[in-house]
């Protein structure tokens, strides 16, 4: 940096001023900052070096171009940091290609014994979509019709996305689904292989996997391994799965997030894992009070429960419910990320609670009630006790939180309290392969059992008679455990 009394000396200003051409000396030298002789002098280097000037305007284009190439339609990934622009995305493969489908995957239904919602997209417009499926090892076929709309936020390249509510299935029980459509000169576009998945028993154990916040890199694929190794029926996620931050030009980074899911998510017999999910702050592109506009994909790629076809997705529900078997009943909630704590969420939690009649009653949510952190909180007091309060009278058996990238066990807290006979655990925190980076990890606050910052994924066996949950580490090596039995 120059520093401005530089400027008052005679030697400097001719040395600046003789750098942009001729200076014509006076005796009065004052005048040479005038505008019209400053412009004669710049005038006067031009006619002397007009290459320079053509360099200049030539260094000019160059370092433009280079710069739009650079930044014009970014995306900044997170878990791992990745950059992409629009002009290196030329360079990638569009997971979607003409007269194909491409990620199939499958959402969970209030009812996951009877039904299920089968979901996929294709680059191509449709005339319509189906979805044949049949019992495993039987010969006849069913069909179903798929819903679709046409991604019209996406602009970079063509998606068109599919849903079929598939109802009236038979629990506990091996399916087949084929997607397809019809393309716009009849053919019948089908997608490559079969998809299987079992629906939930009516009663019995029922096995599942949860956690939250996934490392989209070889960390991550490890951790859905291991979850997918002890054969789960479905996935309840907590959020923060692809880490596209809600950004139109990170579609890709949805892409490959799918195409691992459908890869690594399959159980020992090649059964799909279903998966209900819950709006994390980087599906939502924020941390607090976020609009439904402003949230990109999430909303569009999971439908959760019958009867949307016409909602239209911007308006699908953010916070859900499914009953288990008959023992176990799970909500999907917004932590304040888009729906506000308190309200019609707050008032919905208590009549779900309230008539259900499961014996085991968990909640997954991003944000947690009780972290093992020491970080800015994301939630009021206000906000925390309704919630917690709701949680302790309808008697929640866990609360699944996630966020902060570490493993905790809370004690079993009730009336903010260690409560041995009757609290709440509390398990977290979301690292599905994440077990790098800062977490300010505080193991010692009051409600904590047990916290370190370690990659982790929770398997649930639910039953009429107890809820048994373990935590494995990338290793599938067990870390913790805890068991709720019920008389």
């Known amino acids: 940096m120059i520093p401005l009394n530089a400027f008052a000396s005679h030697e400097f200003q001719e040395q600046f001023l003789m750098s942009r051409g001729q200076l014509y000396k006076t005796e009065d030298f004052a005048r040479c900052s005038r505008l019209r002789n400053y412009t004669k002098s710049v005038l006067g280097g031009i006619r002397q070096n007009p290459r320079y000037l053509a360099g200049g305007i030539l260094l000019s284009v160059v ?3 280079i710069t739009w190439l650079l930044t014009d339609g970014m995306c900044i990934a997170a878990h791992p940091v990745e950059v992409t622009t629009w002009f290196s995305r030329r360079f990638q493969e569009d997971a979607c290609s003409h007269d194909a489908i491409c990620n199939v995957y499958f959402t969970l239904p209030e009812d996951p014994s009877t ?6 997209h294709s680059r191509d417009e449709p005339k319509s979509g189906f979805v044949d499926y049949r019992l495993v090892g039987k010969s006849e076929v069913f069909k179903a019709d798929a819903n679709w709309f046409k991604f019209e936020e996406l602009t970079e390249v063509d998606r068109h996305i599919y849903w079929a509510e598939i109802d009236g299935l038979q629990p506990g029980t091996a399916y087949e689904f084929i997607p397809g459509y019809e393309d716009e000169y009849g053919n019948m576009i089908y997608a490559d ?3 299987k998945v079992k629906t939930v028993p009516s009663n019995g154990n029922v096995t599942f996997v949860t956690g939250g ?4 890199d070889a960390n991550g694929m490890r951790m859905s391994q291991v979850a997918a190794s002890h054969d789960p029926a479905f996935a309840l996620f907590g959020g923060d799965m692809a880490y596209a931050n809600s950004n139109l030009q990170c579609y890709k980074r949805w892409d490959y997030w799918f195409q691992n899911w459908d890869k690594y998510m399959r159980t020992p017999l090649g059964f799909n894992i279903p998966i209900s999910v819950t709006i994390g702050n980087h599906e ?46 799970a909500i999907m909630l917004d932590s304040g990320l888009v729906e506000p704590f308190i309200g019609s969420q707050s008032t919905w939690i208590e009549e779900q609670l309230n008539k259900s009649t499961a014996v ?7 944000y947690p009630m009780y972290p093992a952190v020491t970080v800015a909180k994301f939630m009021t007091a206000e906000e925390k006790q309704t919630w917690v309060g709701l949680f ?12 902060f990238h570490v493993f905790k066990q809370s004690k079993p807290i009730r009336a903010n309290k260690v409560d041995e006979k009757d609290g709440i655990v509390y398990l977290g925190d979301g690292a599905w392969g994440i077990d790098g980076g800062p977490t300010f990890l505080n193991p010692n606050s009051w409600w904590i059992e047990s916290a370190v910052q370690r990659a982790h994924v929770y398997v649930v066996t639910a039953s009429e008679g107890a809820l048994d949950v373990k935590a ?9 455990s805890y068991t709720k039995l019920h008389s």
């Open 213 to 216: 916040d996934m490392q989209n």
């Open 472 to 480: 494995f580490d990338k290793g599938n090596q067990q870390i913790a």
């Open 392 to 403: 302790e009278r309808y008697n929640l058996t866990v609360g699944f939180e996630n966020h």
């Open 360 to 366: 085991n009653k968990i909640a997954v949510y991003h």
């Open 63 to 65: 370092c433009s171009l």
């Open 284 to 329: 939502a592109g924020g941390d607090r009070g976020r609009s439904r506009d402003d949230v990109k994909f999430y909303l569009e790629y999971f439908p959760q429960q019958l009867g949307l076809k016409n909602v239209p997705p911007k308006e699908r529900p953010l916070y859900h419910s499914h009953q288990i078997s008959n023992h176990t009943f």
């Open 193 to 195: 292989g079969h998809y």
């Open 115 to 120: 039904s299920i919602i089968v979901n996929f």
